[in-house]
């Protein structure tokens, strides 16, 4: 892998792990667009880096809410209340992914992680963007005429809220599916404007894809030794990439919470639409492999 992979991996992984488009098709994609992962050997050192970057975009919403997250240290040691609630209704909708997660992985690696299930949960997640348009803007219509309930905090989420924001996500394991979609519409849902949804998703994001990255990298390490960073041309990609993941995820974030504050999610249920028909004929017609 040269500098000029890793920057492209790092920037597509920082884009698309934020917003509802699913990040692995796009990697996926990306990859076999760039002649990586074409042998077992390399394969395993691509998802070994992807794994990696992801940091970038963990580093990305600590950074963009560290007011936040010390709000929430502060809550730890008894001096913050707000924090103090806002860390437990995380904890709450962090759960059911790390039950679900340890029980489920090796048989979502198994029998979902394949080509079908990935370009189904692309799809039909595009059609879902698209098909609650209306909702959308009747409630924002509503919101903005005083005759809906008013919209809430982040604070003033219930721990049923949180929990049923964490099982959403839950369903986000289906590879293909996108983590962000779940949980934004799960803030919608419980009655969060689109950017405060959107807030708490990037929130939550913090213990899910650390634990997650923790858990994957763990077994690689385990399956394949420290080595397999070395078909990656050394450290220097990572590191790059994991710079690059974190700027563009930060940019991503931003973005995102302007946007979705006077618009709707067409533009991303088109997008996936399109990835996933992408995906069907490349991996259809063998050029491409999950």
Known sequence: MNILQAILLGLVEGITEYLPVSSTGHLSLTAWLLGL???????QSIDAFIIIIQGGAILAVLGLYRARVQSMLRGVGGTDAAGRRL?????VAFLPAAVFGLLLDDLIDAYLLRPIPVIVMLFAGGVLLIAIKPWQDGLRRRQESGEGRPFRNIEDLTVKDALIIGLMQCVAMIPGTSRSMMTILGGLTAGLPPAKAA??????GLPTLSAACAYKLMKQIKDHGLDFVVPLGGWLPVVVGIAVAALSAALAVKWLVRYLETHSFVIFGVWRIAVALVLAVAIFQGALTL
């Open 37 to 43: 992962g074409q042998t077992p050997e390399s394969k």
């Open 199 to 204: 807030e708490f998703s990037f929130l939550l």
């Open 87 to 91: 860390l437990m209704l995380l904890v």
